[in-house]
């Protein structure tokens, strides 16, 4: 038996398996799709839909067909509402609390010695009810909410920038081997199916390690490096097979006519697209890179005081959980909270952009 | 079929020996030294630390040195900061431990998982697939080393009905929140698969055949629907392995347990280097064979795959 035979239906059941990360998600199934989506973008402007009188009204985009289903989908808008609170909560919050409150994330109250301890939420010096650290306070007297949202910065900010990073990467890899095809496509993905198989994590941590670094950014850009490098490889795989169903379609053809050069039909005609898949398998890495990293700080080898994210202050909670439990409850459940939203979102966009309908 | 076993074997082979190297690598070119710290160390002693340990050779030889005992005689050499014990005694002496906390969290996953997702694919939109599926996504969003802890402060810090942590020998009582921890999300996952496996099979014409010549319902479901439905299942194997060892990495961290994951986390911040070397290179070997067997077990399973 040769080559062929035997690689046909792994990878086709790999193909699919990508697509849904999660397994298959429950409204795609349950609802017959009314309107299935099997074109590219540029090319659905004309879905026309029947007005009241029954006449024609302007057609809708596909983007804006995604957006009106994904505004159907209940759990998804919850999830995309928690996380924008929970991104702008980060971004601004820390500022906030110190414009009005006037303490900074890491401030400790030197001033008084009977406050530098770990305090309980809604709890004053004496026990008293207070507003004023509404998560408690940390073994230094540091207010856990103010660490909790900086924490928010590192974890969504090393989420996204990874993301981009696999992203830049994965589509490349991907878009290039399929156009070129052929030999070169078996070779560069004979070269992810190994990659595949590799402990990555395990290497990650050995990198990391090694090369632990004192700056708070030389710390975040090994960080990038090391989880974009390694999350790549599942977006490979779906822009390749994107592109090779794409890539003998008319206007390819049409822009090879017309002397357009390799590279610029890779990248301005076959990557836009691939536009729909690469959103929802982004949308669905950003959580599994945050997780990443909050396991690599919480070992110890990512993010390190004075920064924090929430798996170095879920790191540090663990060592008092038995007296001091909410230093790891707050930072957790919030964690919690934003990957389970991100999820919910990535499954409801998965479903509004219905990738699977236009694979082949 | 033994053809592609043999293929198979003759990729995997040069595939461990670059993870080594990459690993060796990695090492080497780290600024600093095992023995570096906080002090700098006499130089008389230094030197002969270097001897000791074959680091005044030149890069190529220690190379050499390290992949022929690893090639010749399957020997990883001595830890550097357990001294007196052999790499390889280490691995033995660890690998129970991870070993039966990964096998049992293992188990627990695909029982749970599988029954929670074929209920839901049943009752499909009932009230069982709504919770289940909630449940399970709740599953994977929370990170295991805060349902670790939280466990732990339920359990035994707040019941006092089971031990918060350390390793007590295989059947124990201690077992049971580091394999609680470890199997959430796999559980969560392999529901997930089960249930989308299940509700596409369900569908399929052979179980309409099946219902339709008067099977009992039991039967279409166990006989029929399951074996196809198991296949999302059975290929999430190798991947959930890969997860499961670095999953164990943190509970064992958490409860303490002796085990491969633990030591290699202190090799790591020790820089021991054979010891990472060694069990680097042991997690890659049983990945790929794992991967293997679960490819193998593939075809056997669906006719429609041929080697």
Do not use: C
């Not at chain 1, 046909?8 to 398996?17: H, I, N, Q, S």
């Not at chain 1, 601004?92 to 939420?121: E, M």
């Not at chain 1, 924090?308 to 790891?328: E, K, M, R």
Request: net charge positive; aromatic share 10%; no cysteine.
């Amino acid at each position: 038996m040769d080559e062929k035979p035997t690689r046909l239906p792994r990878e086709l059941e790999l193909a699919e398996k990508e697509l849904t990360p999660h397994g298959e998600s429950a409204q795609r199934l349950m609802t017959p799709d009314p309107d299935p989506i099997h074109v590219a973008p540029e090319m659905a402007i004309a879905e026309d839909v029947r007005a009241e009188d029954g006449g024609y009204v302007r057609g809708t985009s596909l983007w804006r067909d995604a957006w009106r289903r994904l505004l159907k989908n209940k759990l998804a808008v919850f999830g995309l509402i928690v996380v924008v609170l929970i991104t702008v909560a980060s971004v601004i919050g820390p500022a906030l609390i110190k414009r009005l409150l006037g303490f900074t994330p890491d401030y400790i109250p030197t001033h008084d010695i009977r406050l530098v301890k770990s305090f309980p939420p809604f709890t004053g010096p004496e026990g008293n009810f207070s507003w004023l650290h509404p998560m408690g306070t940390d073994n230094a007297g540091r207010d856990q909410l103010a660490r909790v949202l900086q924490g928010g910065q590192i974890s969504l900010f090393v989420g996204v920038i990874s993301t981009l990073v696999s992203l830049l990467i994965g589509v490349s890899y991907g878009a290039i081997a399929g156009y070129i095809g052929g030999r070169v496509d078996n070779l560069m993905m004979r070269l992810v199916d190994v990659l595949y198989s590799l402990p990555y994590i395990i290497v990650v941590i050995v990198l990391l390690s090694m090369f632990r670094s004192q700056t708070p950014r030389g710390q975040l850009t090994l960080l990038f490096i090391a989880l974009g490098s390694v999350s790549w490889l599942t977006m490979a795989r779906i822009v390749r097979g994107q592109v090779l169903s794409l890539k003998n379609q008319e206007f390819v053809l049409a822009a090879r006519a017309t002397g357009v050069s390799i590279p610029r039909i890779i990248f301005r005609h076959l990557v836009p697209n691939t536009l729909g898949p690469v959103i929802v398998y982004a949308t669905l890495t950003i959580p599994q890179i945050m997780l990443t990293e909050a396991f690599l700080s919480f070992l110890g080898f990512g993010v390190q005081a004075p920064l924090a994210s929430w798996g170095s202050l879920a790191a540090d909670g663990i060592q008092n959980i038995a007296i001091y439990p909410w230093q790891l409850v707050f930072p957790g459940v919030t964690m919690a909270l934003t990957l389970f939203s991100l999820n919910f979102l990535g499954d409801g966009l998965r479903d509004a952009l219905d990738p699977q309908m236009r694979t082949v | 079929m033994l053809r592609f076993i043999i293929r198979r074997l003759l990729v995997t082979i040069p595939t461990i020996l670059v993870v080594i190297t990459i690993t060796w690598v990695l090492i080497k070119l780290a600024p600093g030294n095992f023995y570096s710290g906080e002090k700098r160390l006499p130089a008389a002693i230094e030197k002969n630390i270097r001897e000791k340990y074959g680091l005044d050779k030149p890069w190529y030889q220690q190379y050499g040195r390290t992949m022929w005992n690893i090639l010749r005689h399957g020997d990883f050499g001595t830890s550097l900061k357990y001294e007196g014990q052999s790499v390889n005694t280490i691995i033995a002496r660890s690998l129970p431990v991870s070993a039966s906390v990964g096998i049992l969290a293992y188990i627990l996953a695909l029982i749970v998982g599988i029954i929670a997702g074929s209920i839901a694919a049943l009752k499909q939109n009932s009230r069982w697939d709504y919770s289940s599926m909630a449940l399970a996504m709740l599953g994977i969003s929370v990170p295991n080393f805060v349902l670790g802890p939280i466990l732990v402060l339920i359990f035994s810090l707040s019941l006092y009905w089971l031990p918060p942590s350390r390793w007590g020998g295989f059947p124990s009582r201690n077992l049971i929140l580091p394999v609680l921890t470890l199997s959430a999300v796999y559980m969560a996952y392999i529901a997930r698969l089960t249930r989308a496996g299940m509700l596409e099979v369900l569908r399929s014409d052979y179980i309409r055949t099946a219902r339709s010549k008067g099977l009992s319902e039991r039967d279409v479901v166990v006989r029929h629907a399951l074996r196809g439905g198991l296949m999302p299942v059975i290929s999430y194997t190798g991947p959930a392995l890969a997860f499961l060892l670095t999953g164990t990495v943190v509970v064992e961290r958490i409860f303490a347990l002796p085990g491969l994951g633990n030591y290699f986390i202190q090799a790591s911040l020790n820089r021991d280097e054979p010891l990472i070397i060694g069990i680097v290179a042991f997690i890659a070997i049983t990945l790929l064979l794992m991967n293997l067997l679960v490819d193998i077990a593939y075809a056997f399973l669906d006719p429609r795959v041929r080697y």
